[in-house]
């Protein structure tokens, strides 16, 4: 992947999504169970909604996330990376963070 310059804006919006472990966390169980309903995620990882929303918005404005609506459910899973990304994701896999199992709850 060709390394462009990132601008400072992108970069501190980037590295600041990350200043939240459950944003971090969010993140790692993204990477391991790929993309999930968010009320899978709300069940899996003990949210509220309306908390984990604020976090996947954080999350999706910093680039990280996208979003796919199926139906009435939305679906979030990690977005294709510049390299800054992925090489921030690639480390974020190094972060000891314990990713709890999936739980389905979400009628597919």
Partial sequence: ????????KDYLRAISALNDETRVLILRFLQ???ESCVCDL???????QSRLSRHLKILMEAGY????????????????????????????????????PQQKACPE
Avoid: C
């Fill in 42 to 48: 709300e069940l899996s990882l003990g949210m509220l």
């Fill in 1 to 8: 992947m060709e390394k462009t310059k990132i601008q400072p």
């Fill in 65 to 100: 996330l996208e979003k796919e609506r199926k139906g009435v459910w939305s679906h979030y899973y990690i977005a294709p990376q510049d390299w800054f990304r992925e090489k921030v994701l690639e480390n974020i896999k190094m972060v000891d963070v314990k990713i709890p």
């Fill in 32 to 34: 391991e169970y790929g």
